[in-house]
């Protein structure tokens, strides 16, 4: 008999945290390791919002908050969704929670009963399938490849709706690919939605500030499967604020509700210091912030241009995040010193030993022919990874 529950045993480990453990573990030893495998920005929260969080700590903001967040941070947050994204939730159809995982797992565990199907276009962020599993649903995953821009097509999308589908979950931009969906492309989506009102969507956008294509766009814009829609997002990403733990969901009111009232038996609310901090954040101007953004692109490009110069990387160019998602197919088969590349795990593993570059296999994205890299590094890092790169997959024959 089993100590631990089906539950955790059938539960798989983040393969983002755990790359990341690993390179841990190799660094501890000495070792030098590059690593791109966490999808963090290597960025410092900015002034203004830290000054907020001191002051919160002298206004003695030190005891619990409601559950779903303190009303005028919720109510800062609905006037951003308001002049960001042509959005209106009110503050009760917003709850805040301890990061935007927790926003989706909170909506897919008030939403979902066993059985139900959850499509995921894949890649994938890594945690939605676990949460799926979590919730008792069934995930459907739907593959795309580097051709379509790793994007799901409204034909796909028709396809693999069943009786039993009950939810879609998405990221625009998307972690790992870095794709972004157009307002087209998203009222294309809405329309077959529109047919299948049983079908919730949740709609990832954390890293919404992080787009190098313009304005953003917001799936929960189409106004006929507004009710439908699940709005997630938060400041970790877009304000360099990951450790300050906070992220938040906007949706019809019977699901907000829901989500408050299960986070009251879960976490309650997130902290009552970092709320406050993100009533700074989400009243600034999305200027304030973009210099993280126009580095980010600056990076991307030096990664892709190196990227390009190795044979076997086919590459395409994401539109936001901070990942390159390249198809690595062409060394599936090769081997090295005996050891031969069955997929894209091996391939991670060699090159964290071999290259000592640490990296995201797609398998963890539901994408085996590819891996992803972070480019939320400095310069100096992104280009002594890609070297060491070129040099170890030469090694493969």
């Avoid at 964290?352 to 590819?370: I, K, M, N, Q, R």
């Avoid at 890609?386 to 170890?392: E, F, T």
Wanted: aromatic share 8%; hydrophobic share 40%.
């Amino acid at each position: 008999m089993n100590l631990l529950s089906e539950r955790i045993l059938n539960l798989s480990e983040s393969q983002t945290i755990a790359m990341n453990k690993r390179s841990r573990e190799m660094k501890e030893r000495g070792i030098d390791v590059v690593s791109l495998s966490l999808g963090e920005p290597d960025f410092n929260t900015p002034d203004f919002i830290k000054e907020a969080a001191k002051k919160a700590i002298d206004d003695n903001y030190t005891h619990y908050p409601p559950i779903a967040g303190y009303k005028d941070v919720r109510e800062a947050i609905s006037l951003k969704l308001k002049r960001d994204n042509g959005l209106n939730y009110s503050a009760e159809q917003i709850v805040i929670s301890t990061g935007a995982k927790q926003s989706i797992a909170n909506a897919a565990l008030c939403l979902l009963n066993p059985g139900d199907e959850v499509l995921l276009p894949a890649p994938y962020w890594v945690s939605y399938y676990e949460i799926v599993k979590l919730a008792e649903g069934k995930p459907v995953v739907i593959p795309t490849s580097i051709e379509s821009d790793f994007k799901v097509t409204p034909e796909q999308l028709e396809e693999s709706i069943t009786s039993k589908t009950k939810m879609l979950i998405f990221s625009t931009p998307c972690n790992p690919s870095g794709s972004v969906y157009t307002a087209e492309e998203l009222s294309a989506l809405a329309e077959v939605l529109e047919k299948h009102p049983s079908v919730y969507v949740i709609c990832d956008e954390i890293y919404e500030l992080i787009n190098f294509e313009g304005k953003h766009a917001s799936l929960a814009a189409n106004e006929n499967i507004f009710d439908r829609v699940i709005t997630v997002n938060g400041v970790s990403k877009g304000f360099a604020m990951t450790g300050w733990r906070c992220g938040y969901l906007a949706a019809a009111t019977e699901i907000a509700k829901a989500c408050d009232k299960i986070q009251g038996q879960f976490t309650s609310a997130t902290c009552s210091i970092t709320q406050r901090a993100v009533l700074a954040a989400m009243e600034a101007s999305p200027s304030e912030v973009s210099y993280m953004k126009e580095a980010f692109l600056e990076r991307r490009d030096i990664v892709l241009n190196l990227l390009n110069e190795i044979p076997g990387f086919i590459t395409n160019t994401p539109k936001g995040a901070f990942y390159i998602f390249p198809d690595i197919s062409a060394f599936i088969g090769r081997s090295y010193e005996g050891k031969e590349i069955g997929n894209s795990n091996d391939l991670c593993m060699f090159l964290l030993e071999e290259a000592h570059v640490g990296l995201v296999p797609g398998e963890a994205f539901g994408s085996p022919d590819c891996l992803r890299i972070s480019y939320a590094a400095s310069e100096e890092k992104l280009r002594e990874a890609v070297k060491r790169i070129k040099n170890a997959v030469e090694k493969l024959s």
